[in-house]
């Protein structure tokens, strides 16, 4: 029963941001509560990133969230780009000092957390939306809620808005104070998930005449791909048929166009854009994750740079909260957006070079140039594997 409360800091959304921030927060003796508008069995099958970065991965593991992903996630040390029906490796862990990898779903990281937070009895309520946040710019702001038992409210001394690119937090906050910075990219993301066992070792991401095209997995028996498509799809117009024949299409070589095929148990179009919102605090209301930024999911960085921006709000809160010390959340934005604005370049630069442009043949001409600089020139390698594999955490 969610009657009204009182906390120290409210956390809207759980996703990969709100559940972990609330987890580190709980390890340092703070009060929390999260809301989350979907039900705890939609949050936890909503299938969205795989790759978790090196240093996010340890960080995970630090912070007692790293148990399954340990056991179950897949570890790879390379991914290959195809292009012209040739696959090139880019060999990940031998250009960056043998860093690698970890495949694990998002969903299992959403699983992971929410196991830990309903163990230790801390208050997390699904289907439960955020409708308003009030008093930023008090001590106390408001959050106020409804559920199936109503309208209600909690007062906090902070609240974190990690609530996605469709969330209230942003929109709580008077005109004026919040700049938003925005790229819309011509193509989407048509991703499927298959139980058909993939019949490659590691990621391909494949630049095709015909579009983009990503070969990754969930498991040795789950397939994850993707399909660049225009930006107006819908799923109506890919039958099974098609996006595998599409698929194979895509990402044959010379020497194979074999590729795992299986009943696909999911699937759904995502719009390719690039958003970042600062700075990433009004008041009392501070933003993380998706709420804050989203970056096209080429780079494989939008969940670790969820986790990256509560890697450094959680102990400024705690600084704040426990010491009446506000200097690190005082520099919380601008040092998040220093890396966010990273990753816009990373992904930017990773989409434009494997998504050929539908009508700009001066742009398609030089990514092909820059496509191919990356399997010439070792020191170009050397930029976009570190970038792959540890952008979050340098
Ligand atoms: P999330 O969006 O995960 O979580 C926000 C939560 O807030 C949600 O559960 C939402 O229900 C809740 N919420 C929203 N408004 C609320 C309100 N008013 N009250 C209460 N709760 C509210 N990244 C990759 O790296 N690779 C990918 O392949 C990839 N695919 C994606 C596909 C899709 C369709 C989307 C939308 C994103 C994808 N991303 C991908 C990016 C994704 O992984 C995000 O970076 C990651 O989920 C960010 O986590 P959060 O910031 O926690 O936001
Ligand atoms: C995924 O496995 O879902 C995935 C992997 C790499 C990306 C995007 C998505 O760049």
Redesign the pocket.
Known sequence: MLGAERTQVVI????????LLGHLLHLEGIDTII????SQE??EE??????IEWGIANFLESSGVGTRMRAEGLVHHGIELRFEGVSHRIALSELYEGRAITVYG?QEV?KDLIALRQGYGAPLHFD????SIEGHTTDHPTVR?TSDDGETSITADYVVG????????VGSVPPGYLRRYERVYPFS?L?ILAEAPPTTEELIYCRHARGFALYSMRSPTRS?L?LGVRPDETLDAWPDDRIWEELVTRLATDHTADIGQGPIIER?I?PMRSVVIAPMRYGRLLL????AH??P?T????????VA?VRLLAPALAAALGDHDERLLKEYSDQSLRRVWRAEEFSTYMTQMLHPHPSDDFENGVQMARLRQVIESESTARSLARNYVNLSSV
Not at 35 to 38: A, D, P, S, T
């Open positions: 809207v959304g759980a996703g990969p941001a709100g559940l809301v989350e508008r979907r939609y949050v909503r299938v969205r990133a795989g790759v998002q959403v439960a939306e955020v409708t809620l990690c609530d996605g690119s469709h969330g209230a937090a993301w991703g994850r993707y759904g995502t993380a994750g998706d709420a989203i970056v999911p780079g494989a960085k939008g969940m670790n740079l969820a921006d």
